[in-house]
């Protein structure tokens, strides 16, 4: 990814009342050296992000993805961000961005080892061309994630609902996939229930219900996924959380990846059985989620 912009953010408490943050951020270069090599963001993945569509300069659901920002921070024991802070950044790099997709990335981590404050970070680079799988889909690897159902609420310290630098698993995951034929993998648990994909959340349609997996089984919460169930509730459409089979994706109407910089790729394959795309609905639903949301 060619990163086009940059900058650093001195970070202040989550009770700063102050209404400028202009000092507390330093442009710096985007492809020069920049971070300690003591930093535990490099060293141990220890520290969370958001990446944030841009379209024509404005920044989508900036709300939702502070909101789980914070979210994070909290399951990781980071310092709460200053929200007021944190948009103000984003609207400080959206600035740069040129017309067309782009992607903002936010980035907290805990610091330099033994170091006295956390470190952070705002990127802007283009957003990748996802015209095509807009259009003509992915074709999915169902791949278990190794735990139950119910693990994430068993066990908490493994931050499961924590959106974490630490995404070796994830990417390892999207290799495996490709291996077997696929273009991305969808985790599902031991038990056989749909979790989500590794840089996506997974929507199912049957009829006029749309439906995606429950949120409270270390699945984070997409705020792509929340933006389209508004605006389908707004058109008379049901949604649902629920504990959904993986049988289901099968045997769904529709199913799609969503994420804030792909946007909805339909499934048109699981496990090599091809599955029909809705072409027209897609489309809608693309054009919708390309339009100004905060």
Not at 86 to 112: N, Q, Y
Not at 204 to 227: C, E, K, M
């Amino acid at each position: 990814m060619a990163w086009r912009f940059a900058l650093v953010i001195d970070p202040a408490a989550s009770t700063d009342p102050r209404s400028d943050f202009t000092d507390t951020f330093t442009v710096i270069d985007p492809n020069a050296p920049a971070l300690s090599v003591g930093e535990l963001s490099t060293q141990r993945g220890d520290g969370i992000f958001e990446s944030i569509g841009v379209v024509d300069g404005h920044p989508q659901e900036v709300g939702p993805h502070l909101d789980r920002l914070a979210h994070s921070a909290r399951l990781c024991d980071l310092p709460t961000p200053n929200l007021a802070q944190w948009r103000a950044a984003v609207e400080r790099v959206a600035a740069e961005a040129d017309p067309g997709e782009s992607v903002i990335k936010l980035i907290l981590s805990r610091g330099v080892e033994h170091g006295p404050a956390p470190t952070a970070w705002v990127t802007l680079a283009p957003a990748p061309d996802n015209s095509r799988v807009r259009r003509e889909g992915v074709r999915i690897a169902l791949l278990d994630r190794g735990y139950a159902l119910d693990v994430p609420a068993r066990a908490p310290w493994l931050l499961l609902g924590a959106k974490t630098l630490s995404y070796a698993v994830n990417m390892a995951a999207i290799r495996e996939a490709k291996r077997r034929g696929a273009d991305d993998a969808v985790f599902v648990s031991t038990d056989g229930f749909v979790l989500e994909a590794p840089t996506a959340s997974v929507v199912l349609r049957f009829g006029d219900r749309f439906v995606t997996p429950a949120p409270n089984a270390g699945i984070l919460h997409g705020t792509t996924q929340l933006s389209l169930f508004a605006h389908l509730e707004e058109r008379g459409f049901e949604t649902a959380y629920e504990t959904v089979a993986a049988d289901d994706l099968a045997r769904s109407d529709s199913a799609w990846l969503l994420s804030s910089v792909r946007l909805a790729a339909p499934v048109s394959a699981v496990d090599g059985a091809e599955k029909a795309i809705d072409a027209a609905f897609t489309d809608e639903i693309n054009r919708y989620l390309l339009t100004p949301r905060d």
